[in-house]
């Protein structure tokens, strides 16, 4: 009787603990925010959105880089980021990271 209490127990923990992974992973914003999307990076892959607030987020790889594309409710394209190596850097930043406690 003891084992079958722990048994189900763990069950029921397991059970929260599966749910509480559960975040969404399938958000999909509205058309035009896709229609945008679409026209402003032909070509992306792996395109993945997510909720951030009030903004749609779309996190995507164009021409080998990761990039995100943050759009607000009306589909209007608001900032984009992108992953930069050191060598493409601008000079002046170099010059700043080189000058900081982060030249190492």
């Known amino acids: 009787m003891k084992k079958t209490i722990l048994s189900l127990a763990f069950l029921l923990g397991l059970s929260y603990a599966w749910a509480a992974c559960d975040d969404d992973d399938h958000y999909t914003p509205a058309g035009e925010i896709i229609a945008t999307f679409n026209s402003q990076f ?15 987020v779309a996190d995507f790889v164009q021409d080998g880089v990761e990039k995100e594309a ?3 409710s009306a589909g209007n394209l608001l900032l984009t980021e992108e ?22």
């Open 42 to 56: 032909p070509g992306a892959k792996q395109v993945e959105w997510e909720k951030k607030n009030v903004y749609q």
């Open 83 to 104: 992953d930069l190596t050191y060598a493409q850097l601008p000079v002046s930043a170099k010059e700043w990271i080189g000058a900081s406690e982060y030249a190492s």
């Open 70 to 72: 943050w759009f607000d």
